[in-house]
């Protein structure tokens, strides 16, 4: 069986992501590294605790990773992210505190010694900014030709941004960190914008987890809501919230989700365009192409199985 790391900024569609790799049997998540974005480090932290008690997984180990980006020295919550996500990340939805505590070790140090511990049987899912896996890569160079793969969700290679015209979030908070990993070596398969926008959640699903009954089923469905609501303002035309978390996790699973564009890429760290992922002109010759790109996806079928096994999961949970 596959090992699974992921690495949050536990917002709203990190939560999901969460539900997906526990509703999949394919993996086991051995872990989850925390990082900022949605919300600050020990916010996400302490949701990623929490949820996982909820959902009937107190055995996941959860691992603080770094609290701001390898360029600054501090990080503050945009305006923005509290409006999607909430005040604490996760729809504004009270849930009770785990009783556990974050592990001793790194998420930094973790990281390299599940790689060394499962090879490539190890994906890793970073959904929020890349600082952590750099600072693996950086200390432990070694291990890009040892993993398994590296699957996140950030990016736009076909479609504008979420930032600005071509930078997406994710790769916004710390775009030097992102760059390095495009360069480092190890295999990445990027799931942005051009993807996750196309699969979309309404409130029609969510209803289906409240009439469950259950308290996760209603967790998800008060959090969820809350995210739909927010789309509604800042992205009416697509009807439905994106679940790009969960689409990075479905595809570190399942790669047939979605159709890959080999590419060796890299992020514009310079001028108007800094931010933007795109392919690296100085190595399009090159005999290997380490990074890929999702261009198209299955949605139907991503969405049956987001469902599926999100819902499977609220059920037993109880």
């Known amino acids: 069986m596959k090992k699974l790391i992921l690495d949050l900024d536990t917002g709203v569609d990190d939560a999901l992501a969460i539900s997906y790799a526990l509703g999949s049997p394919e993996v086991e998540l051995i872990g989850i590294t925390g990082t900022y974005g949605n919300v600050l480090l020990d916010q996400g932290v302490r949701n990623a605790l929490a949820i ?175 995210y739909i609501k927010a789309y509604e303002t800042t992205s009416p035309h697509l009807g439905g919230c994106g679940l790009h978390d969960p689409l990075a996790v479905a595809v570190a699973i399942d790669p047939s989700l979605v159709t890959l564009l080999p590419l060796n890429m890299k992020v514009d760290l310079e001028g108007p365009t800094r931010g933007r992922t795109i392919g690296d002109e100085t190595r399009l010759s090159e005999p290997a192409d380490t990074t890929k790109a999702a261009v198209q996806v299955d949605v139907p079928r991503f969405l049956n199985e987001f469902m599926t096994r999100i819902t499977n999961l609220a059920k037993a949970a109880e």
């Open 52 to 226: 996982t008690d909820l959902l009937g997984h107190p055995e996941v180990k959860v691992y603080k990773g770094l609290p701001h980006s390898s360029t600054t020295d501090s990080f503050e919550v945009l305006d923005i992210s509290a409006f999607i996500h909430g005040e604490n990340g996760i729809g504004d939805v009270d849930i009770p505190d785990s009783p556990r505590q974050p592990e001793i070790e790194s998420a930094v140090d973790f990281i390299i010694d599940a790689v060394k511990t499962y090879g490539k049987d190890l994906i890793y899912v970073p959904t929020g900014p890349m600082t952590n896996i750099a600072a693996a890569l950086k200390k432990a160079p070694e291990i890009k030709d040892e993993i398994g793969n590296i699957v996140l969700m950030g990016g736009a290679l076909t479609v504008p941004g979420n930032c600005n015209a071509c930078m997406e979030a994710n790769i916004s908070q710390d775009p030097e960190a992102a760059n390095e990993l495009f360069h480092s070596g190890a295999p990445v398969t990027m799931v942005g914008l051009d993807v996750t926008l196309r699969t979309l959640l309404t409130y029609k699903e969510t209803q289906q987890w409240r009439d469950l009954g259950t308290k996760a089923g209603e967790f998800l469905a008060d959090m969820t809501d809350f």
